[in-house]
């Protein structure tokens, strides 16, 4: 059995490690605890060990751990979203991570605008070109931006990324310098309504690379759980 408790203090102590490396406040960062695949009682567990952003991929799971949960938490999707499960999000979650076209980004504003409310998301970058992962590509990036800001019931907070696996985190730190880079000429153009404050890129094995290269948001979810039983 993992302890989740442990787990999550030995990641907040290397928070601080990359912060102090950096020169970063560690509270810059916040952790998202990716609880898809692990059942309510771990979600619960983590919670008790002072653990509340939580982040799920797959709407069915949130919609029928959410029901499960009973302890105050915030949730950010962090998966592909297909469109037709939007209207299952309003009044769920804090912010989306994955608006990667302007479809899904139509239909967000639809589903919050009919809530009468207004939701921050993260558009999602494709860096690694990879053709099985989702991601605008950096090329039509600044027109979708264009675009969204235009949507009265989005915020558009910033940008997310899932780069290429690669085993050394050295390796992966150009993506994540990549992003950061993008975010401060998207926050040039001064759009109204649109920041650059939020990138959520980095996972268990290299967060703390994803942090010396500006990462807001960390997406852990190995680390914390244990692997995932899918």
Known sequence: MMDIAANLARIRAAIASACARCGRDPASVRLVAVSKTHPAARVEEAYNAGQTCFGESYVQEFLTKTELVKVPLTWH???H???NKVRFLPGRV???H???RLSLAEEINRQWGKAGGRVDVLIEVNLG???NKSGVAETDLVPLLHRLALLPHLSI???MTLPPYLADPEAVRPYFRRL??????LDALALPGVSMAELSMGMSHDFTVAIEEGATLVRIGTAIFGERSD
């Open 77 to 79: 999707f962090i998966g």
């Open 81 to 83: 979203l297909q469109s």
């Open 157 to 159: 907070r910033g940008l």
């Open 94 to 96: 804090d912010l989306i």
């Open 98 to 100: 994955s608006v990667d």
């Open 180 to 185: 950061r880079n993008l975010a401060t000429q």
């Open 129 to 131: 070109g990879e053709t």
